[in-house]
């Protein structure tokens, strides 16, 4: 299995853009989590789907922020507006009834 | 109530020495203990768990101690590495009502360890 896929790697951006990150997970496993680490504010969980349903969004900052499941192989985190304070490493991880997370390799976003 | 502190921030540690990092949990609903570790430009992996059933769980060099009445839990490297040099995460979470999956993770702050040669 290819583990936890994230793409892209890297985003550079310009305030004021849209800005989409996207996961698949691992194959057969039902939970999938999207996380935000920064050096400040550490590692926070923002939105995790069951069976691709969003079960807690209390992590999400802002209306900005949206993400969406729309199968059980696909996964976006979608922020528009884009602003400097969301430059972060956004990490993606999906586990098997929600015991072990296997995280994916991350997006590094910069917002000029 | 859903915090977990994690401390010291940071340790550096003499190759061969044991390395120890403290966690701290507040709700008692808490029942799932991992440590994950990341390296630079990695994402975190699962190191080792424990369930509050038992007070310890050894696995190779790294070790976890579980005081249930305190609260509070512990990572214990032996014979520490400069390989081991990352960042170490605790974390807690709960299992569902019927007890068939855990889903919400609680994170430490995270601890940055270096181990010199």
């Known amino acids: 299995d290819a583990g936890v896929i994230q793409s892209p790697r890297h985003e550079v951006t310009e305030m004021g853009q849209e800005v989409t990150l996207r996961c698949k997970p691992i194959s057969g496993h039902d939970y999938l989590f999207w996380y935000r680490q920064t050096m400040m504010r550490g590692l926070e969980l923002l939105i995790y789907f069951n069976n691709n349903v969003p079960i807690d969004d209390s992590g999400m900052p802002e209306d900005r922020f949206s993400a969406k499941m729309p199968n059980a192989s696909f996964s976006t985190l979608k922020i528009q507006p884009s602003e400097p304070r969301d430059s972060a490493v956004y990490f993606c991880?999906?586990?098997?009834?929600?015991?072990?997370?296997?995280f994916g390799p991350g997006t590094r976003l910069t917002v000029l | 109530q859903q915090q977990v502190k994690q401390s010291p921030q940071s340790l550096i540690v003499q190759k061969g020495g044991i390395s120890i990092i403290n966690c701290a949990y507040e709700n008692t609903a808490f029942d799932y203990f991992p440590w994950y570790q990341q390296f630079p430009g990695k994402g975190p992996a699962l190191l080792i768990a424990i369930r509050p059933d038992v007070s310890e769980k050894k696995e190779g060099r790294f070790t976890i101690s579980f005081n249930k009445s305190a609260k509070q839990f512990s990572l214990h490297i032996m014979d520490s590495q400069p390989g081991d040099s990352a960042t170490y995460f605790c974390?807690?979470?709960?299992?569902?009502?019927?007890?068939?999956?855990?889903?919400?993770?609680?994170f430490g702050q995270g601890t940055i360890l270096t181990v010199h040669p």
């Open positions: 974390a807690a979470s709960s299992a569902n009502a019927g007890g068939t999956s855990y889903g919400k993770l609680t």
């Open positions: 991880a999906s586990s098997l009834r929600g015991n072990e997370q296997f």
